[in-house]
T-cell receptor
Framework: AQRVTQPEKLLSVFKGAPVELKCNYS??????LFWYVQYSRQRLQLLLR??SRESIKGFTADLNKGETSFHLKKPFAQEEDSAMYYC???????????FGTGTRLKVLA | EAGVAQSPRYKIIEKRQSVAFWCNPI?????LYWYQQILGQGPKLLIQFQNNGVVDDSQLPKDRFSAERLKGVDSTLKIQPAKLEDSAVYLC??????????????FGEGSRLTVL
């Protein structure tokens, strides 16, 4: 079965602390993994995708096929990082996306 | 470039009434998605269109939900009759302009439905 699991509903960290948002997936084929973010009063938007292997707003995520994980990391959290983060999966070439339940990140001053 | 437009933003109805949501995707985007997001959950795919054809509607409750995308541009999602459990935000997303292989979904602001 195709599934995306985000075990934490809420993650609170202090400004300047490292952040790791967990994402595990279950997929039988070749997956593409994404992180989407929703800031307060804004629409859901793409943060990064594993294929690009890029750092966006200081965030990185590495696809670990052995552990079927795609955790989102940032070494030093900023207050503006406070938002709802969703991990998403798509089968390569299928254009069908499955979302996790989301993790709310709160960065405290 | 204008984003994905949705209307209405908010709708309150009583159970057993009907409601329709409209979505205008980004110009040139061939693929259009309707997602249902219940409070505290992630977006759940209801239906996916490629141009004006349905690619996947396996999770659409067809006894009460219907969707169409005439002419491969705008789309309408209808619920008739509504149930209490249909209270959710209905998100429209579009993607895949010709030549674009990034896989990025562009979302609208959503239509929040409350069924009383």
């Amino acid at each position: 079965a195709q599934r995306v699991t985000q075990p934490e509903k809420l993650l609170s960290v202090f400004k300047g602390a490292p952040v790791e948002l967990k994402c595990n997936y279950s997929y039988s084929g070749s997956p593409e993994l994404f992180w989407y973010v929703q800031y307060s009063r804004q629409r859901l938007q793409l943060l990064l995708r594993h294929i690009s292997r890029e750092s966006i707003k200081g965030f990185t995520a590495d696809l670990n096929k052995g552990e079927t994980s795609f955790h989102l990391k940032k070494p030093f959290a900023q207050e503006e990082d406070s938002a709802m983060y969703y991990c998403a999966l798509s089968g390569l070439g299928t254009y069908k996306y499955i979302f996790g339940t989301g993790t709310r990140l709160k960065v405290l001053a | 470039e204008a984003g994905v437009a949705q209307s209405p933003r908010y709708k309150i109805i009583e159970k057993r009434q009907s409601v329709a949501f409209w979505c205008n995707p980004i110009s040139g985007h061939a693929t259009l998605y309707w997602y249902q997001q219940i409070l505290g959950q992630g977006p759940k795919l209801l239906i996916q269109f490629q141009n004006n054809g349905v690619v996947d509607d396996s999770q659409l409750p067809k006894d009460r939900f219907s969707a169409e995308r005439l002419k491969g541009v705008d789309s309408t999602l209808k619920i008739q009759p509504a149930k209490l459990e249909d209270s959710a935000v209905y998100l429209c997303a579009s993607s895949f302009k010709a030549g674009d292989s990034t896989g990025e979904l562009f979302f609208g602001e959503g239509s929040r439905l409350t069924v009383l």
